[in-house]
C-alpha cells in the first residue's frame, strides 16, 4: 500500500482492540495513546500506527484533507511537529523520496501551521527539482522571512535554471520590497563576475529600497535577453 492513496478517517477514541498502547514513545517519551487506524474491511486491514498523540493528529486532520497525501508521507506529517532526531528523521525520509512527493509539499505550504510550513520548504529546498522553481518564486513575498531566505536558497540550490523565471518575476513585482531583496541575494549568488559587474546597475536598483525601482523591469529583461543568448555562460 505504500505510496498509494487510501481513505483516512479521523481519529476518535477508537475500540481497545483498535489502539495499541505503548509504553516508548519515539525513543522513550511515554504516549497515553499510539492510535492504530483500520482502513474499511473491503480494503483489508491495514495498519497505521501513528507515533503521535491522538489529539494532535486529530488536530492536523481538521487542517489538512488525508485525500491529497499518500499513506507514507501522511504517516510522516505528524513527526515534522515532533523535536530533534524525529523531526530530523522525517525530514530525511521525506527528502529521500523526491520530486514525486513536491505536490504533497505545496499542500503543506498553505497551512497556517509555521512548523510544517518551514518543514515543506525544507524538502522542497533539498528536493532541488526544477519543477519547484515557480512555487520558490511566489514564495519570495511570503510573510514570514524564514520561508523567504529558504526559498531563496532553494534557487540557489536549483541553479541558474532560476534565473531567466527570476528575471521575468522581478520584472512585474519591483514594487515589492521582499521580492526586491530575495532576488538581489539569488543573482548575487548565480552570476559570474563578469555577468555581476555587467548588470551592477540592476543589483544596486534592487537593493536601494529608498527608490521606486521604476528602472528594474528593463533592466531585468535586458538580464534575461543575455541569459537566453548565452545560458551557460
Not at 528575471?167 to 548565480?190: P, S
Request: charged content about 25%; glycine content about 4%; hydrophobic content about 40%.
Amino acid at each position: 500500500m505504500s505510496g498509494q492513496k487510501m481513505p483516512v478517517t479521523r481519529l476518535a477514541k477508537p475500540p481497545k482492540a483498535e489502539v495499541t498502547w505503548v509504553n516508548e514513545y519515539f525513543g522513550g517519551k511515554h504516549n497515553e495513546a499510539s492510535a492504530t487506524l483500520w482502513t474499511d474491511s473491503n480494503y483489508g486491514v491495514v495498519d497505521l500506527t501513528f507515533y503521535c498523540n491522538m489529539k494532535t493528529f486529530n488536530k492536523l486532520l481538521e487542517d489538512l484533507d488525508p485525500n491529497d497525501f499518500t499513506e507514507d508521507v501522511l504517516l510522516l506529517i505528524p513527526k515534522l511537529e515532533e523535536h530533534g532526531p524525529v523531526r530530523r528523521g522525517a525530514r530525511e525520509k521525506l527528502i529521500e523520496k523526491g520530486a514525486e512527493i513536491l505536490p504533497q509539499m505545496y499542500k503543506l505550504l498553505d497551512l497556517e501551521n509555521s512548523q510544517l510550513r518551514w518543514e515543506a520548504a525544507q524538502v522542497i529546498k533539498y528536493i532541488a527539482s526544477e519543477e519547484s522553481i515557480s512555487i520558490l518564486i511566489s514564495l519570495l513575498d511570503d510573510v514570514d522571512f524564514d520561508i523567504r531566505r529558504i526559498a531563496s536558497n532553494a534557487l540557489i540550490l536549483i541553479g541558474r535554471s532560476s534565473l531567466i523565471p527570476l528575471c521575468e518575476h522581478i520584472a512585474g513585482n519591483y514594487d515589492k520590497v521582499n521580492v526586491r531583496e530575495c532576488v538581489h541575494y539569488v543573482l548575487t549568488e548565480l552570476l559570474t563576475k563578469n555577468e555581476h559587474d555587467e548588470n551592477i546597475d540592476l543589483l544596486y536598483a534592487l537593493s536601494n529600497f529608498r527608490r521606486s525601482g521604476e528602472a528594474i523591469p528593463h533592466l531585468a529583461y535586458e538580464l534575461r535577453e543575455e541569459l537566453i543568448d548565452s545560458p551557460s555562460k
